[in-house]
């Protein structure tokens, strides 16, 4: 069974978080269960504030959802500041 996915290829930085929290709430809400961060180029704690935001907002509407290709960079950034377990990640891919 195929699951819907939100595959944001833009850089998820303070600059672009923001504007991309819609978009991901909107996808979620058309059902996502999978965040695929294979094709983001650069992230910063602005997108790990963005994850946590979509993942607190999936659990209010009882929506498991699943964090895959985790760039190494955020990963770092989320295990520094204590977040990781947080984060609902489907593989351990740190590339």
């Known amino acids: 069974m195929p699951q819907s996915c939100w595959q944001p290829t833009t850089a998820l930085t303070f600059d672009t978080a923001a504007a ?55 990963r770092s950034l989320a295990d520094l500041y204590g977040v990781t377990e947080l984060l609902p990640t489907g593989d351990s891919t740190a590339a």
């Not at 963005?50 to 955020?74: N, Y």
């Open 20 to 74: 991309m929290r819609e978009d991901a709430r909107r996808v979620l809400t058309d059902g996502a269960l999978r965040i695929d961060l294979s094709g983001v180029p650069e992230a910063d704690s602005a997108a790990l504030a963005l994850l946590l935001d979509v993942c607190r907002e999936a659990a209010a509407r009882h929506q498991a959802i699943d964090i895959v290709s985790m760039p190494a960079g955020l």
